[in-house]
Structures are given as C-alpha cells and as structure tokens.
C-alpha cells in the first residue's frame, strides 16, 4: 500500500513538473504592473499564436504572412480603485535607449488591411482584437486586447500614463515597464 501511495506522489509530481514549464516559459514574456488604482497586464505573443487565431477567423494565408511584420501585445487592465481611470493610447510611449517605436493606431490598421484587399468582415474581425485607443474604467472594469507595434529586436521600454478620476482631480497614474521584447527575441 506505501508502494503505491509513493508512485501516486511521483506521478503526481511528475505531470506538475510539466505542467510547470509552460507558466515558466510564458512568465518570460509576461510583464505586470500593480498599485492600489490599477493592474496593468503585458504579453507578448508570438507569430505562431497570432497566426493560428486568425488562421482560425477565415484570414487568408497572405494577410496571416503580412502579421510576420508586426509585434503583438495582448494588455488587460483592471481598475482596482473607487474612481473612473481613464486609458489613452496616445499617453502611451514605447522607446529604447536609441529610439521611439511605432505603436500602430486602429486606423492605420485598418487602412494597411483594406489596402491589401483583405474582406470587410475580417478587417472587423481583427479591429476587434484591438484595445480600444481611448476607455474610462469604472471600478472594478477589466478590458483587454492587443497593441500592435514596429518589430525590433531590441528590448524597449513602456510608458503609459492614466488619469485616475478626470472628472475631477485628474490624478495621474505613471505605470513604466522596462525590457519588454518581441515574442522570440527574449534577451
């Protein structure tokens, strides 16, 4: 009966060690960000998942090819405060030591798709995916979605500023996260 017992807490801990390596692996590309007001969640995704997510919507192998070009992020923000926080892309900065990034506007999105000819159903399929560019979040509100940014093989960093309570006090919330990277250029 003890054989079996340890076989159980080797097997056991044999499926955790595997199922540990994942959350590991997916860490290193995982920035967070949290006070009192706010959670700020950062991941970066790498072309094989953006290409099977929209492999999977009916995108065309060409457009699929076409998102090679581009870094993807997928943010969630949650508003842990009392107040409406207000999100703005536009107050967001993305740079490295030697240069400001590209972070690319919903519009030049869809303007880039429609240009390549891709169905009206599939550019809305991928505007969706978008964070919105501008949200107030009430309390305790979680919103999520990706930004698009140049790919570089450099690390960057982010700046985002939010603006706790803009009816009023208009306090400001500075969130910076250093070293992010692309998916596959992990430092």
């Not at 003890?2 to 997916?26: D, G, K, W």
């Not at 009916?58 to 999100?87: H, W, Y």
Request: with cysteine.
């Amino acid at each position: 009966m003890r054989r079996f017992f340890i076989q159980i807490l080797l097997t056991t801990y044999f499926f955790l060690c595997i199922s540990v390596i994942p959350v590991v692996n997916a860490a290193e590309n995982r920035w967070v960000f949290i006070n009192q007001d706010l959670k700020l969640r950062i991941v970066a995704r790498s072309n094989e998942q953006m290409a099977a997510f929209y492999e999977a919507r009916g995108f065309p192998q060409e457009a699929i090819k076409n998102l090679q070009r581009f870094c993807f992020f997928t943010v969630g923000i949650a508003n842990k405060s009392n107040e409406v926080i207000l999100l703005d892309l536009e107050q967001w900065s993305f740079h490295s030591a030697e240069k400001k990034f590209k972070r690319y506007h919903r519009n030049v999105l869809k303007k880039y798709w429609q240009d390549s000819g891709l169905e009206k159903r599939l550019i809305s399929t991928f505007r969706w995916t978008l964070l919105p560019e501008k949200l107030d979040f009430r309390p305790d509100e979680h919103e999520g979605g990706n930004i698009v940014v140049s790919r570089t093989p450099l690390p960057f960093n982010i700046e985002a500023r939010f603006i706790k309570d803009p009816e009023n006090t208009r306090e400001e919330i500075k969130v910076k996260l250093n070293n992010i990277h692309c998916f596959g250029n992990e430092p």
